[in-house]
């Protein structure tokens, strides 16, 4: 095993060596931020979650067992940090905020698409259309680059399931793009 792999680096990471978890951030805070920013949008927020998740690998890195990829544990870490975060809220009776604006299309954003900063906007606003149990799944494969295996892992499901979830994802994905690129043809 490469000693800089990620599995080295947490293996020593379990056995008490506490400074490779700063290799192990500096590769991975910036794919988890991304993971959290596509999911709730707040820069603030994901900052939290990204240092709650390394918190959290620290806190339970006993349990680790080097069975998987290193990153498939991370984003199972995650997924339960984002997971917990709302939960909290809910409990604190903190209302979820939807960013109404966010959810509809501004003058700007319904103009032709003509270029791939604009194709990249409408594909971002049909993600954020999309339920969150289906943009999360579309974030870990197409975004993160998981397998289905792993993104089955992470959610604790087969992998049989996740490929039908991906494909109704990515259908439902698609009509909402076709939808938004009809709406903004129209004006």
């Not at 003058?107 to 999360?136: C, I």
Request: hydrophobic fraction near 35%; include cysteine; charge should be negative.
């Amino acid at each position: 095993m490469d000693s800089t792999s990620d599995k080295a680096l947490m293996m020593k990471v379990k056995n008490g060596d506490l400074d490779k978890l700063g290799l192990l951030f500096e590769r991975y805070n910036r794919p988890l931020f991304s993971f959290f920013y596509r999911m709730c949008k707040e820069a603030e927020l994901c900052e939290d979650l990204v240092q709650s998740v390394f918190e959290r690998i620290l806190k339970y890195r006993d349990t680790y067992t080097g069975d998987g990829k290193f990153t498939t544990w991370m984003f199972s870490i995650a997924r339960n940090a984002h997971i917990d975060h709302y939960r909290k809220q809910q409990r604190e009776g903190i209302p979820v905020e939807i960013d109404e604006e966010r959810l509809e299309l501004d003058d700007e954003e319904t103009k032709v698409v003509v270029n791939k900063q604009e194709k990249k906007e409408l594909l971002e606003v049909a993600l954020d259309r999309l339920d969150e149990d289906k943009r999360e799944i579309i974030i870990l494969s197409r975004y993160e680059g998981l397998k289905y295996k792993e993104i089955a892992d992470i959610l604790e499901t087969t992998e049989g399931a996740i490929k039908v979830k991906m494909f109704r994802a990515m259908k439902e994905l698609k009509d909402l793009v076709n939808t938004l690129n009809e709406e903004c043809s129209h004006e």
